[in-house]
């Protein structure tokens, strides 16, 4: 199974761009790299998804370089509202019983007024 | 909203005894997953079934076992509920890893004794 190495805490302030990395080495040729945003008690929630370059919806941009070893969340103007914990997974899902992402321990962001 | 709901959402219960939870959704997805949160560790995948009566474990499955009889329902069972067993358990659903997304339900907060 592919893992993830992303920072354990951030800081930013009200309408900054928030860049998140997360690195993924052993990332195999079938992989997907999806993020997910986390309230507190709240269930995770999904973000964004993608395969290889950028990939952009109403709420984020994921950037993933050529050699998909590392990818890159970007929050455009975050508020208040965005301060959470961001996950990044990878996962295959070539298992037909079921596809075992692993969350880990996810960067916690803080956004400050 | 995905139309998946957790029961209980809170219990306290003591050391030795049974408990069982339950993941309902109304979405019909054949995918079903039972996570535990806790601090430092982020989300574990405890067991995940990819359809009726088919199930497998996760990363963290030593003291449950699950059951899934029907394609609305997932439970999860602690046989003899240890301390170490305090968390916050959430089920997710998805139609089909790892493109479709995983959805999560509100989370129930057992504390054990």
């Known amino acids: 199974l592919a893992k993830t190495t992303q920072p354990i805490s951030m800081d930013s302030y009200e309408g900054q761009e928030v860049n998140i990395t997360c690195s993924h080495n052993?990332?195999?040729?079938?992989?997907?790299i999806t993020w997910y945003q986390q309230f507190p008690s709240q269930g995770p929630r999904f973000i964004i998804q993608?395969?290889?370059t950028k990939v952009t919806n109403e709420v984020a941009s994921l950037f993933i370089p050529a050699d998909r070893k590392s990818s890159t969340l970007s929050l455009p103007r975050v508020s208040l509202s965005d301060t959470a914990v961001y996950y990044c997974?990878?996962?295959?899902?070539?298992?037909?019983?079921?596809?075992?992402?692993?969350f880990g321990g996810g960067t916690r962001l803080m956004v400050k007024p | 909203d995905a139309g998946i709901t957790q029961s209980p959402r809170h219990k306290v219960t003591e050391t030795g005894t049974p408990v069982t939870l339950r993941c309902h959704q109304t979405?019909?997805?054949?995918?079903m997953y039972w996570y535990r949160q806790d601090p430092g560790h982020g989300l574990r995948l405890i067991h995940y079934?990819?359809?009726?009566?088919?199930?497998d474990k996760g990363e963290v499955s030593d003291g449950y076992s699950v059951s899934r009889s029907k394609t609305e329902d997932f439970l999860l069972t602690l046989e003899s509920a240890t301390s170490s067993q305090t968390s916050v358990y959430f089920c997710?659903?998805?139609?089909?890893?790892?493109?479709?997304?995983?959805?999560f339900g509100p989370g129930t907060r057992l504390t054990v004794l």
């Open positions: 997710a659903i998805s139609e089909s890893p790892p493109r479709d997304t995983q959805y």
């Open positions: 052993n990332i195999a040729t079938n992989d997907y």
């Open positions: 993608g395969y290889k």
């Open positions: 997974l990878v996962g295959d899902g070539k298992n037909n019983a079921g596809n075992m992402l692993t």
């Open positions: 979405e019909n997805h054949r995918y």
């Open positions: 079934s990819y359809g009726v009566k088919d199930t």
